[in-house]
Structure formats: C-alpha cells, structure tokens
C-alpha cells in the first residue's frame, strides 16, 4: 500500500508562486506514476500533471504548460509540483495520486487505488 500526504497549499497573490509536496509511504513508492489533479468549487475533478516511476518523462496540463513543473525524488518518496506565475483560475484543492499509467492519472481517475487528502491552494486577484 502508498499512503500520501500534500502539503504546501496556501493563500498567494496572482503572479506568485508555490511548491506543493507529495509524502509517500511504503517500498512500492517508486513504482508509481505519479499525478496531480486538481478539484474546483462545483468543478469535476481534472488532470494536471503527471510523472513516470523514474522521473524521466512529465506530462502536463496544456493550461499550466510554461507555468508548472512536476518532479520526484524517489529516494524522499516524494512528488513536488512548482507552481509559478500562479491565476485566480488555479484556485482549488490539489491532490496527489499513484497510478499505474499516465492514461489512468488523466482520464480513469476513479481507478486510481491511491490519494493523498489534499491540500488547498488560493489565488487572490
């Protein structure tokens, strides 16, 4: 089992920046795609970006393209996503999941086994 835990939210202005982090537990950690995706008030649930188990390819959102960046360090169990040049738009909870394929982080959600709880990110205008 993977057990993940966000943190990094918080209140920043448009234009600003912050790093959220995924905590992950367990030996299989560096076995997983890894993805963010993030939920809007009244919103469904949507892909932002996502890592493979090495760290060597990234996908992203085409709306944060140029804007964030995801990473790993498999050796803290832990997923990053620099975010940058931040939008009122950006608003919502943000959680981290473990899937098996980058297909499943962006379009079979309900399949994924593994979530963090999320954490809240705000941009003010």
């Known amino acids: 089992q993977v057990q993940l835990v966000e943190s990094g939210g918080g209140l920043v202005q448009a234009g600003g920046s912050l790093r959220l982090s995924c905590a992950g537990s367990g030996r299989t950690f560096s076995m997983y795609r890894m993805g963010w995706i993030r939920q809007a008030p009244g919103k469904e649930r949507e892909f932002v970006a996502a890592?493979?188990?090495?760290?060597?390819?990234?996908t992203l959102a085409d709306f944060v393209k140029g804007r964030f960046t995801i990473s790993r360090d498999n050796a803290k169990n832990t997923v990053y996503l620099q975010m940058n040049n931040l939008r009122p738009e950006d608003t919502a909870v943000y959680f981290c999941?473990?899937?098996?394929?980058?297909?499943?982080?962006?379009?079979?959600?309900?399949?994924?086994?593994?979530w963090g709880q999320g954490t809240q990110v705000t941009v003010s205008s």
């Open positions: 890592i493979s188990p090495s760290g060597g390819t990234t």
């Open positions: 999941a473990a899937g098996l394929t980058t297909t499943q982080l962006m379009r079979d959600m309900k399949t994924l086994a593994y």
